[in-house]
Antibody, heavy 121, light 113 residues
């Protein structure tokens, strides 16, 4: 069974660095054409795509957030890590990771349940 | 970045009736080399994570009922539900994946009339 599970701090102070981990199960990011994206959703608002990492370690970022985001993978641990520097209360959101598997374009076919992050002093 | 614009933002539909959601992109989503439309549809049901409905413009994802269909042209995309059911309530998002920076529409809230 393919699953993704997000983890990280529930509360972060403004200006701190947020580190989120996505633990993969049932598939490997070392498989050709496998990819993982991060997406977030502020309370009551729309989805916002943040970043993507591919099996070959190519990385892509949201234009508006690219100076603050870093995505990485640890294939041996089956994890994808997203760091966001200098967080602000507007970064309060539920953060999701999702798989992009070969054969469906870039459709994100399996999503985690999300982890809620609040940025507040 | 490509801007995605959905309409309507809210759509009340009577059970058994059809529903249609429109999504327009600021640039063509047709891939020059493979002729595919890089447009996906997702639904986020209340209290749940989003789930993939349609990929590459009009292909249903695994397990999606055939009452859902997608149509595509260069910049205009439509998600249709042939007969609304109570379980279809949720917020529907289109997303373009032609560019390496993906972008979502604002979402359309589909509800029971």
């Amino acid at each position: 069974q393919v699953t993704l599970k997000e983890s990280g701090p529930a509360l972060v102070k403004p200006t701190q660095t947020l580190t989120l981990t996505c633990t993969l199960s049932g598939f490997s990011l070392s498989t050709t054409a496998m990819r993982v994206s991060w997406i977030r959703q502020p309370p009551g608002k729309a989805l916002e795509w943040l970043a993507r990492i591919d099996w070959d370690d190519n990385k892509f970022y949201s234009t508006s957030l690219k100076t603050r985001l870093t995505i990485s993978k640890d294939t041996s641990k089956n994890q994808v890590v997203l760091t966001m520097t200098n967080v602000d209360p507007v970064d309060t959101a539920t953060y999701y990771c999702a798989r992009i598997a070969p054969g469906m374009g870039y459709g994100m076919d399996v999503w985690g349940r999300g982890t809620t992050v609040t940025v507040s002093s | 970045d490509i801007v995605m614009t959905q309409s309507p933002l809210s759509l009340p539909v009577t059970p058994g009736e059809p529903a249609s959601i429109s999504c327009r992109s600021s640039q063509s989503l047709l891939h020059n080399y493979n002729g595919q439309y890089y447009l996906e549809w997702y639904v986020q049901k209340p209290g749940q994570s989003p789930q993939l409905l349609i990929y590459l413009g009009y292909n249903r994802a695994s397990g999606v009922p055939d009452r859902f269909s997608g149509s595509a042209s260069a910049t205009d995309f439509t998600l249709k539900i042939s007969r609304m059911e109570a379980e279809d309530v949720g917020v529907y998002y289109c997303m373009q994946s032609l560019q390496t920076v993906f972008t979502f529409g604002q979402g359309t809230k589909l509800e029971i009339k």
